[in-house]
């Protein structure tokens, strides 16, 4: 059960767009549509931003989106805001009731 | 509101076992979901460690099993880390929360854990 590879980092000028990705295997990522991302202040707890795939919590600004396709997951945020500037996380689903987080991805307003 | 609190010790001596707890308030353990430990090293990212259903079947990290074991008290609406034969590299802030195989959905605020003599 290895991570889930995610850049370390991502930047993006307010207004823009930036996309993460997360590649995994057909053991997890691509075998399940169960991707979740999270986003992770420094010294706070990860907050959930997406869900199954594409699903946004309630609360969640539309500004996030999330897709997949085969083994890679991504994550879109759109019209950056200085209060994005974050780490980010996928997690997927890896059968047998086990789960395996992706690497981390540092995004950066500029 | 569903809500975790971590507690334990935040000194551990290294061979020695870390024992760490999460109360639950606003949900009822027994009534479902999957209860879980997930750390995070200073500086770096998220692992699972393992979670325990509300039927009490455990579910572990591979590359961790071999020390880890969760436990639930449903009397007490808490669930239980042990993690046994700690070195440096256990050092983390460790989290409990709640979740589904989609998602995890309630985060505890995290407890640091530093292993050292």
């Known amino acids: 059960q290895s991570a889930l590879t995610q850049p370390p980092s991502a930047s993006g000028s307010p207004g823009q767009s930036v996309t993460i990705s997360c590649t995994g295997t057909?053991?997890?990522?691509?075998?399940?549509?169960?991707v979740s991302w999270y986003q992770q202040h420094p010294g706070k707890a990860p907050k959930l931003m997406i869900y199954?795939?594409?699903k946004r919590p309630s609360g969640v600004p539309d500004r996030f989106s999330g897709s997949k396709s085969g083994n890679t997951a991504s994550l879109t945020v759109s019209g950056l805001q200085a209060e994005d500037e974050a780490d980010y996380y996928c997690?997927?689903?890896?059968?047998?009731?086990?789960?395996?987080f992706g690497t981390g991805t540092k995004v950066t307003v500029l | 509101q569903v809500q975790l609190q971590e507690s334990g010790p935040g000194l551990v001596k290294p061979s020695e076992t870390l024992s760490l707890t999460c109360a639950v308030s606003?949900?009822?353990?027994?009534?479902?979901?999957?209860w879980g430990w997930i750390r995070q090293p200073p500086g770096k990212g998220l692992e699972w460690i393992g979670s325990?259903?509300?039927?009490?079947?455990?579910y572990y990290n591979p590359s961790l099993k071999s020390r880890v074991t969760i436990s639930v008290d449903t009397s007490k609406n808490q669930f239980s880390l042990k993690l046994s034969s700690v070195t440096a590299a256990d050092t983390a802030v460790y989290y409990c929360?709640?979740?589904?195989?989609?998602?995890?959905?309630?985060w505890g605020q995290g407890t640091l854990v530093t292993v050292s003599s």
């Open positions: 929360a709640r979740h589904e195989p989609s998602k995890i959905d309630y």
């Open positions: 606003g949900y009822s353990i027994s009534s479902g979901y999957y």
């Open positions: 325990i259903y509300h039927s009490g079947s455990t």
């Open positions: 057909s053991s997890d990522v691509g075998g399940y549509n169960y």
């Open positions: 199954e795939v594409s």
């Open positions: 997690s997927s689903y890896a059968g047998s009731s086990l789960c395996v």
